[in-house]
């Protein structure tokens, strides 16, 4: 039996706690996960991307950008994350993020039932190069996705399914999340640009 648990509810209440009023910049957000938490991070910004919120121009390709430099740092080993001003200055709609956050709720509550610590040997390296590797070419395709419907929003929930077995030290979850990062940019090139 795998042991509950809230992790991905917390990180969700913590981002809802740092709203006030009509706008958040990202700087808001990295100081309320904290800026040691890359997995936090990863998660809270790939779900931005997943829920309606992602109908706000542009979007994804920050998101690609703010996960590509989350995912270089973790490669290299940095300890703290540094984002550029020109992405921490960006700000978002408070009002579709909430919504986004309700959005969100239902299906994180549901998945929560059924991850915890298991293979945990998978969140630590070397094992993480894969998913991590498999992250940075996704998000260097990311920007290009926003001439695609949808497929921004699918690259970002293989991106959270990834930060959420990180985050809960949940090695099936990561090992699962492999699948989806591997073949995503491979459909998306089919249906996009197939022949």
Do not use: N
Request: hydrophobic share 55%; with cysteine; aromatic share 8%.
């Amino acid at each position: 039996m795998v042991e509950r648990t809230r992790a991905l509810s917390d990180v969700l209440d913590e981002l809802e706690d740092a709203i006030q009023g009509e706008e958040i910049a990202v700087q808001e957000i990295v100081d309320r996960l904290g800026e040691r938490s890359f997995a936090s991070l990863m998660l809270v910004f790939s779900l931005i991307a997943v829920s309606p919120a992602s109908a706000i121009p542009g979007i994804t390709a920050t998101v690609a950008v703010i996960v590509f430099i989350l995912t270089v740092q973790m490669i290299f080993g940095r300890r703290s994350v540094w984002l550029p001003g020109l992405i921490t200055r960006r700000r978002v709609s408070s009002g579709m993020l909430c919504k986004g956050i309700s959005w969100l709720r239902k299906p994180l509550h549901v998945i929560e039932r059924y991850i915890g610590k298991r293979l945990t040997f998978l969140v630590h390296r070397p094992w993480l190069f894969l998913p991590l590797g498999c992250i940075l070419v996704l998000t260097l395709a990311m920007p290009f996705m926003e001439l695609i419907p949808t497929s921004g929003s699918i690259a970002s929930a293989a991106i959270a399914l990834f930060a959420a077995g990180l985050l809960t030290r949940d090695g099936v979850l990561v090992l699962v999340s492999l699948i989806p990062l591997s073949a995503v940019p491979v459909l998306i090139w089919q249906v996009g640009f197939g022949a």
